[in-house]
T-cell receptor, first 117, second 111 residues
Framework: DADVTQTPRNRITKTGKRIMLECSQTKGHDRMYWYRQDPGLGLRLIYYSFDVKDINKGEISDGYSVSRQAQAKFSLSLESAIPNQTALYFC????????????????FGEGSRLTVL | GQNIDQPTEMTATEGAIVQINCTYQTSGFNGLFWYQQHAGEAPTFLSYNVLDGLEEKGRFSSFLSRSKGYSYLLLKELQMKDSASYLCAVRSTNSNYQLIWGAGTKLIIKP
């Protein structure tokens, strides 16, 4: 089983609908992230969470909200989906990087492809 | 502002060597990462540099020069499975230690 699991993997919806993407992890990491990926652009950070009580906006948080239900679960919601939110969404986790050799690299889920018509 | 530049696409031959460059303009540098992403799949971690110099890991090596804002990923003995996008990302203390990502370099390997 994957260490970072996203559901659904694919979703087609209509403008104005509410959508939730869910992410769960078994890596025991405190830090979780939501990114979107669009062709020709780098990964863009939507929201991130350093622990259950800590939620931070990324560079493109408008139109999105998140919930950190537990250390292992971090969900992303689109309250009213619009076509330019059509993208590939990735959840990721990481440990805290330190000087002892832990790089703090990201571990990604398999992605959720969202199409908004 | 903060910016990462890497070539959009490169082509190389199976068995050869290819170097993918990444230049960055960021303040508060706190490490540079390379990830591999096959089409339709998740990025996977390849390498990490925080000090100047070369880090070698099997067929892959990554180099960093902090003074020049420059890194490269070197892939040796290319295999068809190396056809993928290679993403350069910089961690910055000025962005709360979050990663700033390049758009990725699509590497095409030809027989």
């Amino acid at each position: 089983d994957a260490d970072v699991t996203q559901t659904p993997r694919n979703r087609i919806t209509k403008t104005g609908k509410r959508i939730m993407l869910e992410c769960s992890q078994t890596k025991g990491h405190d830090r979780m992230y939501w990114y979107r990926q669009d062709p020709g652009l780098g990964l863009r950070l939507i929201y991130y969470s350093f622990d259950v009580k800590d939620i931070n906006k990324g560079e493109i948080s408008d139109g999105y909200s998140v919930s950190r239900q537990a250390q292992a679960k971090f969900s992303l919601s689109l309250e009213s989906a619009i076509p330019n939110q059509t993208a590939l969404y990735f959840c990721a986790t990481s440990d805290l990087g330190d000087t002892g050799g832990n790089t703090g690299e990201l571990f990604f889920g398999e992605g959720s492809r969202l199409t908004v018509l | 502002g903060q910016n990462i530049d890497q070539p959009t696409e490169m082509t190389a031959t199976e068995g050869a060597i290819v170097q993918i460059n990444c230049t960055y303009q960021t303040s508060g540098f706190n490490g540079l990462f390379w990830y591999q992403q096959h089409a339709g799949e998740a990025p996977t971690f390849l390498s990490y540099n925080v000090l100047d110099g070369l880090e070698e890991k099997g067929r892959f090596s990554s180099f960093l020069s902090r003074s020049k804002g420059y890194s490269y990923l070197l892939l040796k003995e290319l295999q068809m499975k190396d056809s993928a996008s290679y993403l350069c990302a910089v961690r910055s203390t000025n962005s709360n230690y979050q990663l700033i990502w390049g758009a990725g370099t699509k590497l095409i390997i030809k027989p």
